[in-house]
Every structure is written in structure tokens, then in C-alpha cells.
């Protein structure tokens, strides 16, 4: 009886065993699954512009994660140029070539360009991220199921703006207020590429200043090329009308805070004594030193490696067929197809 109890324990005990490690083993499998390429993918990402500042970071984080993959995995980075018609025609070249996810940053986001886009993709039956910005039409993404979007917070990022400028206003309000009127004069740069992204910075980062209980009155809102040489044209014209009468300027991204920046220090300010803070949003390289330096108050930064690693995991989880969150911590917001990247403070 003895002989026959230690059996059966045996047997239960080895039982237990081979159904423990093949769930371990099952598990490890499909816990890798979004990190290592099951076979040799290759991956084409249309890029708005390789002189945008903070999608160029995002480019090299991609190509950090192709070099860690190196045997399995082929990123294909194609330039639009910030022009509609080059991007176009590199659709329509790429979509005739064999490839398996197409992550998209789109020049236009108008709606018809996004229609058109969807139709020829769907033509391929090939799985599509659009990344960085939502459209503000998105009926046709919809539309497709092999379709989602992987954007950046766009009203977090307003919000956290005018928060900079709220905890400047509360902790130097003497220095602020130049003219004591207790209202906050400023300038608004934005884009001239009008997008969700935009439109969300300059009114939530408004909204959370006047929601903080300071007034804000509007002396000017320029709109800019998307260059630092562009916006320190402008704001140098903007400067000689308006001077010292500024307490702020809100830029919609640093390209253009850190050509508002250079306008101010062309005119002495921003260099010591004299100083408009100035934000922006992103936290580029050139950002962070002048952050560093004290001449730009702060900004908002959307770490570009998360968005690469999101741009990679997800694209996996659809070129597998999987659900697409399958396996990652990302979650839908409201729209169920819109993954939205948060943001946080970048000040000294």
C-alpha cells in the first residue's frame, strides 16, 4: 500500500511538473512574441519630414530597435519632405513593393488625403499605423480593421504647457506681471501645419492658465513655417511691435519656441537679467540645453523610445494577426483605435 501511495505521488508530482513547465514555456513564448520577430519582417515608415525634430528621434529609436533585431527585422524609412505630392508618390511606389506593416506619419491629414490613403492601403490588405497625430477626420481608419492610430496626448500636452507657465506665474508673479495689471500678456506660435496636435496645444495650455484663476489677454498669435529660421523671422516683427509688453510666448513645439528665442536674444533679452519665458513642446535636444542655460522656461516631453517601442509591439501584434494591444500595457482611449502616448514636464 505504502509502495503504491509513493507511486501515485509520484506520478501526480511528475504530472504537476510537465504541465507547470509547459505553461512556463507557453507563457515565455507569447511574452516574447511582441518583442522578437517570429520570421523576417520588413516594415516601410513614412516619415512627414527627416528634418522634423522629434519624429527624427523617434526615426533613431526605430532603427536602435532594427539593430537589436538585426537578422529578423528591416525598417525602411522614407522621406516625404514635408511635401504632399513627394509623400504621395512614395505611397503609391511602396504599395506596389512586398512588405508587411506600413507605419505612417502623414504631411496631409486633411480628410480627403486620409480617404484616398485608406482606400490604396486597404487595396493591399497590409496593416497601417498612422503614428504622432490624429486626423481630425477619421471615418476611413475606422473603417479598417487593420487600421489604428498610435498619437501622442495632444490635450495632456496643452494642459502640462499652461501648468509651466501657471507655476511661473505663482512663484515670480512680480517679475511676470511687468505691467501689474494682474493679467498675463502673451504671444501664441503656432504651426502653419494646422493639425489635432496644434490646436490642442494653444487652447488647453490657455484653458489650464485661465482655469488657475489667471486672467490671459492675447496680444498676438502668429503662425509660422515649421523652422526655427521661420519663427525667429516672425517673432523678430512680433518683437519690435509689441516689446516689452510681452510676459510669455506659448509655442506650439520647440522648433518655433527656440526660433522665438533666438528673435528675443537678437533683441537682449533671454540672455541674463532680461528674460520672456518661453515654452514649447517636445523636449528636443537643443531644447534641454537652453532649458539648461535659462533661457527657455521649460516644455513637455513625450518620450520618442516609448513611441518607437508602442510603433514596434503593436505593429507586431498586427502583422501576426493578433489583437493588437495583445501582450503590451497600452490601452485604446475612447475611440477603441486610438493608442495616445503621455507627456511630462521638462523644466530645470
Known sequence: MKVLKKIMFFTITLTLFIVTSLNIVKNNIYANASIKPEKSVK???????FNDAYIS???????????????????????????????????NSTLSTDFDLLLANLVDLDANNIDSFINKVKQKNIPVILFNVVPFVTTSIQSYPRALVIATAAEQSGILQGNLIV?????????????????LQYIMI????????????????ILTINEAGIKTEELSRISSEGTK?????????????????????????????????????KYGYNL???????????????AREL????S???????????????LYKVGLNLIYNRPPLSDTKYKFNETGFVIEMPYSEYKQ
Not at 167 to 183: E, G
Open 43 to 49: 516594415i516601410v515608415v513614412l516619415i512627414s519630414s
Open 57 to 91: 528621434l523617434v526615426r533613431d529609436n526605430l532603427e536602435r530597435i532594427q539593430k537589436e533585431n538585426a537578422n529578423n527585422l528591416e525598417f525602411i524609412f522614407l522621406d516625404g519632405k514635408n511635401n504632399k505630392d513627394i509623400q504621395n508618390e512614395l505611397i
Open 167 to 183: 507655476n511661473a506665474w505663482n512663484n515670480s508673479k512680480t517679475a511676470l506681471d511687468k505691467n501689474k495689471d494682474n493679467i
Open 190 to 205: 503656432t504651426d502653419k501645419s494646422n493639425n489635432t496636435l496644434t490646436t490642442a496645444r494653444a487652447k488647453y495650455s
Open 229 to 265: 529660421e521661420a519663427a525667429q523671422m516672425i517673432m523678430e516683427s512680433t518683437f519690435l511691435k509689441y516689446g516689452d509688453k510681452i510676459e510669455a510666448i506659448i509655442a506650439t513645439n520647440d522648433t518655433l519656441a527656440i526660433g522665438a528665442i533666438n528673435a528675443l536674444q
Open 272 to 286: 541674463g537679467s532680461k528674460s520672456i519665458p518661453v515654452i514649447g513642446a517636445n523636449a528636443i535636444p537643443e
Open 291 to 294: 532649458i539648461k542655460k535659462g
Open 296 to 310: 527657455m522656461l521649460g516644455t513637455v516631453t513625450q518620450d520618442p523610445s516609448a513611441m518607437a517601442e508602442a
